[in-house]
């Protein structure tokens, strides 16, 4: 086969067109030739699934979709962790140097995970806090949280984009440290019983919120719009009354906001949505976060493995429970015991009934006798 190969097998498998010597007419398509190659399609498992959301680790995920198909193993191992995450919490060994260790969005997704099972303390709060962290969602975990605990997690967290503190309580100290180290946040939700009674929260508010005041060594602008543009962070900060402010704030939710900080957000910050509905969201092209229906972290939710089954009102699985060796043997002691003593008392039955039909008998052998007399 590796010799050297006719004309005409040649001539069949070749896109050239045929020499001037080889007997056929130049120019006129062949009978027998091959049909003009087309370039491949890409076929179906070579394209990317339209439903099929990624992992936290491969791009982002739309909030509370959940992967179509078997999840990946960086969604397993999560989920797996998620399981266990009350074990891991409780050995001192794992909150000081495992779960710290842990990759940035990997801990962010555990961390979720302790928010939706209640699991959220200060410790473990501490332990999941990453300077990589860009959404914080701590609702229905405040009571377990103190405020010096949130604080110290605030300032691992400079990259905070979102945070929802609304059941933790939060005093004018937690807004400063929130003004102070997380500049880029852009959507803030308040809200518990505590942080609506606290008056030293609503004039904190006031000194976080992107209040622009002009100052000797602030830039010269004739609007907001044009005092953002400045590209000099030094300069944007000079335009603020002061470090500590929120200059990236789009959207506040505070429902029972006091009157006289909502008066003075919508006064001096109108770029800021104070309580958006969805329907203002949509109409102000907010982000999506600034909705308040959405859970902040349900895209890391999303890239954990079957999350779903520790949402509230979600029926528990049961499992079977593991019962050690020495119990099996127990059990089966007990019910070959039991199997002897019902069958012991089956015969003593039957032998009973036996015993009566033939004392029956004779007794009627003996009346007939005596009646023949």
Not at 107 to 117: F, I, N, P, Q, S
Not at 124 to 136: F, I, K, M, P, R
Not at 246 to 268: D, G, K, T, V, Y
């Amino acid at each position: 086969m590796g010799g050297p190969q006719p004309p005409e097998f040649a001539a069949a498998f070749s896109d050239d067109e045929e020499p001037a010597g080889s007997g056929e007419p130049a120019g006129q398509p062949k009978a027998w030739a091959a049909p003009p190659r087309t370039p491949p399609t890409p076929s179906a498992q070579q394209q990317p699934h339209p439903q099929r959301p990624q992992g936290p680790g491969q791009g982002p995920v739309a909030p509370g979709v959940q992967a179509a198909g078997p999840p990946s193993l960086l969604a397993t191992c999560l989920g797996v962790l998620g399981e266990h995450l009350p074990d891991l919490l409780e050995d001192e060994e794992c909150l000081q140097e495992v779960l710290p260790a842990l990759p940035s969005e990997a801990k962010a997704c555990l961390l979720a995970v302790a928010r939706l099972r209640r699991l959220l303390c200060d410790a473990a709060l501490a332990a999941l806090a990453d300077e990589g962290h860009t959404v914080l969602d701590l609702h229905g975990c405040g009571e377990a949280l103190s405020e010096g605990g949130l604080c110290a997690a605030l300032r691992r967290m400079p990259h905070l984009r979102c945070a929802d503190l609304g059941s933790c309580h939060v005093s004018g100290a937690t807004l400063r440290t929130l003004g102070e180290c997380c500049p880029a946040l852009e959507v803030l939700r308040l809200g518990s019983p505590a942080t609506d009674g606290s008056a030293s929260a609503a004039r904190a508010l006031t000194d976080i919120l992107p209040v622009p005041q002009q100052r000797q060594e602030a830039p010269a602008a004739d609007s907001w719009d044009a005092l953002l543009a400045v590209e000099d962070p030094g300069q944007l900060s000079a335009a603020v009354g002061g470090p500590g402010r929120l200059m990236q704030l789009q959207c506040l939710c505070w429902p029972n906001i006091p009157f006289r900080a909502e008066q003075h957000c919508r006064r001096a910050c109108p770029r800021v949505a104070l309580n958006p509905t969805a329907e203002e969201v949509a109409a102000r092209r907010l982000p999506p976060a600034c909705d308040p229906r959405l859970r902040l972290d349900a895209a890391l939710l999303a890239g954990v493995a079957r999350s779903e089954r520790w949402q509230q009102g979600a029926p528990q699985e049961q499992r079977p429970a593991v019962v050690h060796i020495a119990e099996k043997f127990r059990q089966a002691y007990i019910s070959r015991e039991r199997r002897l003593r019902e069958r012991v008392e089956r015969q003593w039955r039957q032998e009973r009934r036996r015993e009566e039909r033939r004392r029956s008998a004779a007794e009627a052998l003996i009346r007939q006798w005596e009646g023949e007399l």
